[in-house]
């Protein structure tokens, strides 16, 4: 079993619709971090989370440390927003990353 | 202050050869983690680093690999005797204790 589980591994969306990625994780954390990967690019965090709710444009991530769940969720998509989206943990007290498979988002216009 | 600078973005090796791959991390960071992407699958940990010292390597293969962060410079990955099945895309990140971890664009390692 894996210590993350993303759903969906992939997702089509018409442009301007409203999208939420899950991420639930089995072991105790420091912090969540939601990533970004365009085909063939390096990775670009979005947000580093270790409780609540974080917002930047677009773009909302939440985290229930109870639940071990977080959410990414993209407003009003844009076909630009097409990418892998990798949910990964630091895990505590042992520091280190464990992550998700991703999920494949196509937006088409 | 720039990001986490890998290098090089894509090397070619033949077989047998040294792969050296390099991470500078952000300025201030005094840990680095080691990622592995092998085509069409996710990110595997490798290797986690501090200063002069290797804190959990569980990731790593037994043989052939090795990682080093010296007190001056940047991070090292090293595989010797390359296979192809070496080929992915290694990538590196810094953090600085618990803050949030930077990626690096990665390196994108090819062995014909």
């Known amino acids: 079993k894996n210590e993350v589980e993303q759903s969906p591994q992939n997702l089509t969306a018409q442009e301007g619709e409203f999208i939420t990625i899950n991420c639930s994780y089995s072991?105790?954390?420091?912090?969540l971090h939601w990533l970004q990967q365009h085909p063939g690019g390096g990775i670009v965090s979005l947000f580093m989370?270790?409780?609540g709710k974080k917002k930047h444009g677009r773009l909302i991530a939440t985290i229930n440390i109870q639940e071990k769940h977080s959410s990414l969720h993209i407003t009003a998509s844009h076909p630009r927003d097409s990418a892998v989206y990798i949910c990964a943990v630091r895990s505590a007290p042992r520091d280190q990353f464990y992550f998700g498979t991703g999920t494949s988002l196509t937006v088409i216009p | 202050n720039a990001g986490v600078m890998q290098n090089p973005r894509h090397l070619v090796r033949r077989r047998g050869q040294e792969a050296r791959l390099r991470c500078s991390p952000m300025k201030g960071h005094s840990h680095v983690y080691w990622y592995r992407q092998l085509p069409e699958e996710g990110l595997k940990f490798m290797v986690y680093l501090q200063k002069e010292n290797i804190i959990d390597e569980s990731g790593m293969p037994k043989e052939r690999f090795s990682a080093e962060f010296p007190k001056e410079g940047p991070s090292i990955l090293r595989i010797q005797q390359v296979v192809r099945g070496d080929s992915a895309a290694y990538f590196c990140a810094s953090s600085w204790m618990n803050t949030e971890a930077f990626f690096g664009q990665g390196t994108r390692l090819t062995v014909v």
């Open positions: 989370l270790s409780s």
């Open positions: 072991v105790g954390i420091s912090a």
